[in-house]
């Protein structure tokens, strides 16, 4: 019986679940004569054949751990009239019981089942199933497919104790990394090694620690990556912040030579030292809430009015138009639908190009031509929100709002001459 068949049992499809197995070895089974002189009225497999079948298995099952456990005891044969020793024959005092995963009559020699369980592995399969799986994911992911009572209570039974072998595979792949940087008189530079760990949702987080070279990592909250600070929920607050405050330390310095610069020469040094820290990989942010990106909106305010050399409390918008800059949420969709041309047409990295695929119908159209990409299809078991933060999600859904024009443009450049001025309209009249 394999595990499908157990799990469809317990999902109230008995019936459905067993006349496979059934169909397949019950007229070869010895067990068929002892079943039909039982019930000799029954001459079609049903529930009542298949509970009875269990019982069957049941029975057997705990009257041969009875055995098991009976002290040996000796066998006398005619042998003994002829002079001969007597043969004897012993049971097993006990025998260790079967682990949850392992069932069946099938039981492993102890140097097996010793070796499976200090490798970490299934005692049903023998594989290292879940080595790598977040145990309270897994068994909250099959309860929501409908998966529970016994079966569920088996799976977690198994799992209860055991532990998934994310940080041992970390460091093995660090260790091999620092092996080969060794070979080619290069070095791993342990200090500047940060570890983060991102959690699914509804997952507790967790203190991981990886060894490499007799150094231990731990893991931290945020982590530096090309000057772009992950934090372990992805909501890149911490990167925000950081944004800022360097963003404001060049206003401030910038503020205080002002008088001594022209309006075009302001405009030229805030462009090249806040405008372009705004923008570096702000590709990230993405699908983020208003309040999330708002502390930079209100660092381009205050770099458009010291261009003009206005008030703190001056309006801004008319600044903003007069410049030709974009607000902080445009600049995000700009950066964002830059990328998505390039993976249409085939020159973004193949990561990109994988996320998006043109939309096809199915009959011929005017539309056909008109260089859309199909939406991402929602999720059953993901959020929202989680979903629209996605390039996959995002991509489609702005792009399919761009003009025909800017749609099929045949050059980033003509792309972007068009793609600036419709954002410039929808976010600055």
């Known amino acids: 019986m394999d595990f499908s ?64 456990r009976r002290v040996a005891c000796p066998i006398t044969t005619s042998a003994s009239l002829l002079g001969l020793p007597p043969l004897t024959a012993s049971l097993p005092k006990s025998l260790p ?64 104790g055991r532990s998934y072998q994310v940080a041992n595979r970390i460091s093995a792949c660090l260790a091999d990394i620092s092996v080969w940087m060794t070979d ?53 607050s911490t990167n925000i912040k950081a944004v800022a405050r360097s963003c404001r330390f060049m206003l401030y310095n910038i503020r205080r030579v002002r008088p001594c610069l022209t309006q075009e020469a302001a405009q030229v040094l805030i462009q090249a030292l806040v405008i372009s820290r705004l923008d570096y990989c702000n590709s990230l942010l993405a699908g983020l809430p208003a309040c999330a990106i708002k502390p930079l909106q209100l660092i381009q305010n205050a770099a458009a009015r010291l261009v003009f ?64 990409l199909a939406s991402l299809p929602l999720r059953k078991y993901s959020s929202r929100s989680a979903q629209s933060k996605l390039f996959a999600a995002l991509a489609p859904q702005w792009w399919n709002k761009l003009p025909h024009d800017a749609r099929t443009a045949e050059s980033i450049t003509t792309f972007r001459r068009h793609l600036k001025p419709h954002l410039f309209k929808e976010y600055l009249g």
């Not at 023998?126 to 079966?151: K, M, R, Y």
């Not at 967790?206 to 931290?220: E, R």
């Open 5 to 68: 068949v157990l799990t469809e049992m317990d999902l109230e499809l008995r019936e459905s679940g067993m006349r496979r197995p059934f169909g397949e070895h019950f007229s070869k089974n010895s067990l068929r004569p002892p079943m039909m002189s039982w019930c000799p009225g029954m001459s079609r497999m049903d529930s009542t054949l298949i509970s009875l079948a269990i019982r069957i298995d049941t029975r057997l099952h705990e009257r041969w751990k009875e055995r098991a």
């Open 97 to 160: 019981e079967p682990e949850p995963m392992q069932f069946g009559r099938v039981r492993l020699s102890p140097e097996e089942r010793q070796r499976q369980i200090s490798s970490r592995s299934c005692l049903y399969c023998g594989q290292a199933a879940f080595d790598t799986v977040n145990h309270q994911i897994l068994l909250s992911t099959l309860s929501e497919l409908g998966i529970s009572g016994a079966a569920h209570a088996w799976i977690a039974s198994y799992l209860t």
């Open 309 to 372: 050399n206005l008030p703190k409390f001056s309006h801004v918008t008319p600044l903003l138009r007069s410049l030709h800059w974009l607000p902080v949420e445009a600049r995000i969709r700009y950066k964002t639908m830059v990328l998505a041309y390039g993976a249409v047409r085939g020159t973004a990295p193949q990561y990109l190009q994988a996320l998006i695929r043109p939309y096809t119908q199915t009959r011929a159209l005017r539309s056909s031509t008109s260089g859309l």
């Open 184 to 236: 080619h008189h290069l070095k791993l530079n342990l200090g500047k090694t940060e570890l983060l760990f991102l959690p699914g949702k509804d997952c507790p987080l967790h203190d991981l620690a990886i060894t490499v070279d007799n150094s231990i990592v731990s893991s931290s909250q945020s982590a530096k990556n090309l000057g772009v600070i992950l934090d372990n929920t992805l909501s890149f």
